[in-house]
């Protein structure tokens, strides 16, 4: 696990300058295959869940030709808080509450699909303001609003490894 967070804190860290020179940051994905590392960068992500699934399918089908044991996927989005029993708003970019944030998303057909998130907001200038980068604990319930629960729907499954353990989460929404 040391070489996967290397990976997502050096990616991070790209992102980061990205953002601060005023850039946008295009999702990107690294597949771990056997014979080294893969990347891939999403320059269309599409905004419904459909789309999102479709970019889903490709990355697991890519996977599966390389013989990836795992995707990280780093992405640049708006997240809100939603409570419970209300409505989801139809899109985050609306919400007054919404937020930026840079997410680590990593799935594999052997582990669970695990989730990190660096929040960030803007100065008076303009200027990004990064928060602290956390990973997800089992315990907490969380999801990528990119494939919903189905990000590694495509994925064969060992089947001692269960489920993705990869649930909804409703500040991450």
């Not at 946008?24 to 295959?33: D, E, N, Q, R, Y």
């Not at 390389?66 to 708006?78: F, K, N, Q, S």
């Not at 919400?95 to 944030?101: H, L, V």
Request: aromatic content about 6%.
């Amino acid at each position: 696990m040391e070489d996967v967070n290397a990976i997502v804190q050096e990616v991070l860290g790209q992102a980061r300058e990205v953002i601060r020179a005023g850039e946008h940051w295009s999702p990107m994905v690294f597949l771990i295959h056997p014979d080294g590392m893969e990347v891939m960068e999403i320059t269309a992500m599409g905004k419904t869940g459909a789309e999102k699934q479709r970019v889903a399918d490709m990355i697991n089908d890519r996977m599966k030709d390389c013989g990836a044991t795992l995707a990280i996927m780093v992405m640049d989005v708006w997240v809100a808080k939603v409570d419970k029993g209300s409505p989801r708003p139809h899109s985050v970019r609306n919400d007054p509450g919404r937020t930026e944030a840079l997410t680590a998303t990593l799935w594999g057909p052997k582990q669970p699909t695990r989730m990190g998130m660096q929040s960030y907001s803007r100065d008076a200038k303009g200027k990004p303001v990064f928060g602290e980068f956390w990973w997800q604990t089992p315990q907490e319930r969380s999801s990528s609003r990119f494939a919903g629960d189905d990000i590694d729907a495509g994925l064969d499954r060992d089947s001692s490894s269960g489920s993705t353990g990869f649930k909804r989460d409703d500040r991450l929404q």
